[in-house]
């Protein structure tokens, strides 16, 4: 599993060039380019399972006439990963956290499915009464091999 709790930065003009926002600084505190690019991600062979995109819009991206929707979730699976659980709005950062705190709990404790496990922390959020709205838990989908 790999998991990327980030921002993310969409180009819809240059599709190619939407990123994930790492370290902006290195270990000395020296600028660099902390982004992990679109391009770039397409050019990875990842043998992970799935990928967790808990940053904000990350199932969004632009319709491109010929090649479909051109997205972190299309790259990560063009990379060799066969499911990828992305976010389709802007995310509440504390709800996110709880949220994936839960999906993790069920994933590996309770050895759920992916899909199964995202379903119970949705369920497991939407019984809080602070997080009822689906603004909170409903953001998240899973995309590509379900089981």
Same mark, same amino acid.
């Given at each position: 599993? +790999?998991?990327?709790?980030?921002?993310?930065?969409? $180009?819809?003009?240059?599709?190619?060039?939407?990123? *994930? +926002?790492?370290? @902006?600084?290195? &270990?000395?505190? $020296?600028?660099?380019?902390?982004?992990?690019?679109? /391009?770039?991600?397409? $050019?990875?062979? *990842?043998?992970? &399972?799935? +990928?967790? @995109?808990?940053?904000? &819009? !990350?199932?969004?991206?632009?319709?491109?006439?010929?090649?479909?929707?051109?997205?972190?979730?299309?790259?990560?699976?063009?990379?060799? !990963?066969? /499911?990828? *659980?992305a976010s389709l709005w802007k995310?509440?950062? &504390?709800?996110?956290?709880?949220?994936?705190?839960?999906?993790?709990?069920? *994933?590996?404790?309770?050895? @759920? !499915?992916?899909?199964?496990?995202?379903?119970?922390?949705?369920?497991?959020?939407?019984?809080?009464?602070?997080?009822?709205?689906?603004?909170?838990?409903?953001?998240?989908?899973?995309?590509?091999?379900?089981?």
């Amino acid at each position: 599993m +790999v998991h990327f709790a980030t921002h993310t930065v969409l $180009n819809d003009d240059h599709p190619d060039l939407s990123s *994930l +926002v790492l370290s @902006l600084v290195d &270990e000395r505190g $020296n600028p660099q380019s902390g982004f992990l690019r679109l /391009r770039d991600i397409y $050019n990875l062979k *990842l043998s992970a &399972e799935l +990928v967790v @995109l808990s940053a904000c &819009e !990350t199932a969004l991206g632009k319709e491109v006439k010929g090649e479909g929707l051109m997205s972190m979730v299309r790259g990560f699976m063009y990379s060799g !990963t066969p /499911r990828v *659980l992305a976010s389709l709005w802007k995310v509440d950062d &504390e709800a996110t956290a709880e949220l994936m705190k839960e999906f993790y709990t069920q *994933l590996l404790e309770h050895g @759920l !499915t992916p899909a199964a496990a995202l379903r119970q922390a949705q369920i497991a959020q939407m019984q809080k009464k602070s997080r009822q709205s689906p603004y909170y838990w409903a953001g998240f989908q899973l995309q590509g091999e379900w089981k």
